[in-house]
C-alpha cells in the first residue's frame, strides 16, 4: 500500500494541499476502512482504487454522509476526486 502526498497546488494566490490516498490493491473491508478513515482525518481529496466492491460501498457511504464526488473509470482503476469536503463524524 502506498500513500501519495502531493503539496502547495498554487490556484489563485491561495495555497492549498491536496492529498491522494492509494488503495488500489487493497479489498474490502480493510480497502473502505481506510478510504474512510483518510477522508474523515486527513482531508485527503483524491482516492484511486481497483475494487469494485469497495468502489460500491464507497459511493454507497459518500452519498449518504452528502458528500459530493467524481469517479473517473481508468483502464485498471477508479479515481475518485471529492468536490465537497465532508464533515466529521461517523
Known amino acids: 500500500m502506498t500513500i501519495a502526498y502531493k503539496y502547495m497546488l498554487k490556484e489563485r494566490t491561495l495555497l492549498a494541499e491536496v492529498f491522494q490516498f492509494d488503495a488500489i490493491g487493497l479489498r474490502c473491508p ?3 476502512v ?3 478513515k483518510h477522508l474523515l482525518n486527513h482531508s485527503t481529496q483524491k482516492f484511486l482504487l481497483d475494487d469494485k466492491v469497495t468502489l ?10 452528502h458528500i459530493d464526488f467524481d469517479v473517473f473509470e481508468h483502464t485498471s482503476f477508479y479515481e475518485i476526486t471529492i468536490k465537497t469536503t465532508p464533515t466529521h463524524g461517523s
Open 30 to 32: 480493510l480497502a473502505f
Open 34 to 36: 481506510l478510504l474512510k
Open 56 to 65: 460500491y460501498n464507497f459511493k454507497q457511504y459518500m452519498e449518504k454522509q
